[in-house]
């Protein structure tokens, strides 16, 4: 596959997880659906951190659509290599989301291995970190929280996909990386055409052992 063509399947798919993330910490804010509990400041820590939005969304909204862009003809002008520009802007995004992802698996790890702040007992406090992660596999401790209310499952549906939209983020991020530095010096393998000659080649400007084919438009024939 062309770096170009690459760039872009890989970009739509970073923006595509990247409104997951945002959309997934959106709803952190309101457990349950409630707005209440966002202005009663009895949300967990993870979610205040906006693991989601900050890094997984923002942080990897970027190098998306840098990608996209260096999937197009560049602004360099058209050709082979016309979006090596572009391409070398985007090995620096894509380092960029990389780190925005890893911050967003690290806050949403930390989110499901302490569990939500609630009320049990009379007390809010952290009651499932002294359990390391144990309580996902223990349904019957979710039901222990007495407000918010069911914020154990909503907490843990969300942060587990904040954790694999994260996860994918890395490597669709990683694999924009190495394809944008490919691209920046081998330039893109899709083809050229100018004054009806189309070239395809890897490089700025026709040389030998590019393939030369000619097109021309229907009515010269007649």
Not at 10 to 24: E, P, Y
Not at 118 to 126: F, I, R, V
Not at 181 to 209: A, E, H, M, Y
């Amino acid at each position: 596959m062309c770096t170009g063509k690459c760039a872009r399947c890989v970009g739509l798919s970073l923006i595509t997880l990247s409104l997951v993330c945002i959309v997934a910490n959106a709803l952190l804010l309101v457990p349950n659906g409630e707005t209440y509990w966002t202005n009663t400041n009895q949300l967990s820590l993870q979610v205040w951190l906006m693991g989601g939005f900050i890094g997984g969304g923002l942080m990897v909204l970027c190098p998306g659509i840098a990608a996209v862009r260096a999937g197009g003809k560049g602004c360099c002008g058209a050709g082979c290599c016309g979006n090596r520009c572009r391409m070398l802007r985007s090995v620096f995004s894509s380092a960029f989301g990389v780190l925005g992802a890893i911050y967003c698996l690290s806050v949403s790890g930390a989110g499901l291995r302490n569990g939500p702040r609630c009320l049990m007992n009379g007390k809010w406090d952290y009651h499932f970190e002294d359990t390391a992660g144990a309580y996902l596999l223990n349904r019957t401790l979710w039901d222990r929280c007495q407000e918010p209310p069911r914020v154990v499952p909503w907490n843990v549906t969300l942060f587990s996909l904040l954790v694999a939209a994260s996860c994918l983020e890395i490597v669709l991020c990683g694999i924009q990386l190495v394809n944008a530095t490919i691209g920046v010096f081998c330039g893109d393998c899709r083809k050229k055409q100018v004054n009806g000659v189309r070239w395809s080649c890897r490089g700025n400007l026709p040389r030998p052992g590019c393939v030369l084919t000619f097109s021309f438009p229907q009515d010269a024939t007649h």
